[in-house]
């Protein structure tokens, strides 16, 4: 319903969450959330350290996303400046199988 209204993804993974940890506050989870339209996506988090994997048709590329939104919980620390962040690591490919 949030995004359906116009919250950018981020802002509706937080909205999401945010009941659940008012009534759950030692509740540790994360959601992803994902705009069809365009491909937008991001995540939202709650006591927890949380990354997601993007995989996009249009580079054949993935990557490991932290968290966008971290609520009541601190971001991960970043890497020192200078130390490059390791490439993602691609997923390997494999054909679909029909069950």
Same mark, same amino acid.
């Given at each position: 319903?949030?995004?359906?209204?116009?919250?950018?993804?981020?802002?509706?993974?937080?909205?999401?969450?945010?009941?659940?940890?008012?009534?759950?506050?030692?509740?540790? $989870?994360? %959601?992803?959330? %994902?705009?069809?339209?365009? $491909?937008?996506?991001? $995540?939202?988090?709650?006591?927890?350290?949380?990354?997601?994997?993007?995989?996009? %048709?249009?580079?054949?590329?993935?990557?490991?996303? @932290?968290?966008?939104?971290?609520?009541?919980?601190?971001?991960?620390?970043?890497?020192?400046?200078?130390?490059?962040?390791?490439?993602?690591?691609?997923? @390997?490919?494999?054909?679909?199988?029909? %069950?």
């Amino acid at each position: 319903a949030h995004m359906a209204a116009g919250m950018e993804p981020a802002d509706a993974c937080a909205e999401a969450l945010r009941p659940i940890a008012k009534y759950f506050p030692d509740y540790g $989870g994360a %959601l992803v959330c %994902l705009r069809r339209s365009d $491909g937008a996506v991001a $995540g939202a988090t709650h006591h927890m350290d949380f990354s997601y994997s993007v995989r996009r %048709l249009s580079d054949n590329a993935t990557a490991v996303i @932290p968290a966008d939104i971290y609520l009541d919980s601190p971001a991960p620390t970043p890497a020192p400046s200078g130390v490059p962040s390791a490439p993602p690591t691609p997923m @390997p490919t494999h054909e679909p199988k029909t %069950l």
